[in-house]
């Protein structure tokens, strides 16, 4: 009985390896979650970044907060040219998902902010996370940790170093 239940458990955690390896999206409602993705961090790093595309099928909704055990808290940012000047800003109101639009998360534009990070993302590792959307709900996602950002990736998050 004991046995038969593990070898289920396994055939599961493969089954679910192999889908999040491949087609790697969540679902609320009428609410797509394509790809979340995050960057390995260097050993004395505290920030990670967050992103991910948002199909909203539905009427408009917004993403309102973001929680994760990995992190002390999880806020969402803006990315913005002010002039020459790359600035950063967190969102209050959170990230608007107007009604049968896509909305996408990445590198110099929306992303989340994984703070104050106790064990920093390591390449290959899934970091999960809670969506929380004002009126679809919660949501929970696996963010695929790729590698450490490369000069066009740092330079999105300059700022965030500390
Ligand atoms: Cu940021």
Known sequence: MFAKKIAAYAILGSML?????????????????????????????????????????????????????????????????????????????????PAKTTVELKPGSYHLMFMNVQQPFKEGEMVKATLVFEKAGSVDVEFAVGPVAGDKGSEAHAGHGR
């Open 17 to 97: 390896a192999f889908g999040s390896a491949q087609a790697h999206e969540f679902k609320l409602g009428q609410i797509e979650i394509g790809h979340p993705y995050s960057r390995a961090m260097l050993p004395m790093a505290k920030v990670g970044g967050g992103y991910f595309k948002i199909t909203n099928n539905g009427p408009a909704d917004r993403l309102v907060s973001v929680k994760s055990e990995r992190a002390e808290s999880v806020e969402l940012h803006e990315m913005k040219m002010n002039g020459a000047v790359m600035e950063m800003r967190e969102l209050d109101g959170g990230i608007a998902i």
